[in-house]
């Protein structure tokens, strides 16, 4: 049997062919890994470009730790959609397994069910930490090269959106009317948290799970009251 290489990972987007609600013109709208032709395959739940010129591979000869941490480090760069934090298509963080995947409330609890009582051996453990946190084995904390920096660059140019743009996507995401408290005790009534968030440099997402009592605080900021618009 002949022995797999395991440097025949890779990382790679797909880019818009035209500009588009999401992202202009060669934006990346889809982030992923893989090996021998998954980034060319049929079988995918994001279609792929009908041009194969519109298929960038960011760095090719890693890992498969390496390319999951690269993966994850740019989808983080690019934001999703369905998170309201960006352009990308993708309905994961990426990495390895399905995390960051939104799933129903009947799907999570038969997820739930099915854990119950299970634990890991410490070794397994330690391993899934070691994925999650970065090893000092794999590439997570080092320097891109400047080539894989250079693609990022060039796919990312004319991301920026105008004022107006910005105005009405954050006029879309109205959903909450909240009171917040800052850390130093000042009160702020808000009815647009996405603008709220972009001028005091807040991550909308963290936000969110405040309003909704999944976190009891965020960079000690708390909420008072919060009302459901839509």
Not at 34 to 49: E, I, M, Q
Not at 85 to 93: K, P, W
Not at 148 to 160: H, P, Q, W, Y
Not at 176 to 191: E, F, I, M, T
């Amino acid at each position: 049997m002949t022995k797999k290489n395991p440097r025949r990972f890779y990382v790679y987007a797909y880019l818009r062919s035209k500009d588009s609600e999401h992202g202009k013109r060669l934006t990346p709208y889809y982030i992923g890994k893989g090996a021998r032709d998954r980034a060319t395959s049929k079988r995918r739940t994001v279609p792929k470009p009908s041009d194969p010129s519109f298929i960038v591979y960011i760095q090719e000869g890693m890992t498969e730790q390496e390319a999951f941490n690269l993966e994850k480090y740019c989808i983080a760069l690019y934001g999703r959609i369905d998170k309201g934090t960006g352009i990308l298509r993708n309905l994961s963080d990426g990495g390895d397994g399905p995390s960051g995947t939104i799933y129903s409330e009947e799907r999570r609890k038969k997820i739930a069910e099915s854990s119950r009582g299970r634990t890991h051996p410490p070794e397994v453990r330690r391993k899934i930490g070691d994925a999650q946190m970065g090893s000092k084995n794999h590439a997570w904390g080092k320097e891109m090269p400047k080539e894989t920096r250079d693609k990022i660059s060039k796919a990312n140019k004319g991301l920026r959106r105008s004022d107006e743009s910005r105005r009405n996507i954050a006029k879309g995401k109205c959903k909450y009317k909240c009171v917040l408290v800052s850390p130093a005790g000042q009160v702020h009534h808000v009815d647009n948290l996405y603008q709220f968030c972009l001028e005091h440099k807040l991550h909308r997402v963290l936000m969110l799970q405040l309003l909704r009592g999944e976190r009891d605080h965020y960079k000690a900021w708390t909420v008072e009251s919060v009302e459901v618009l839509r």
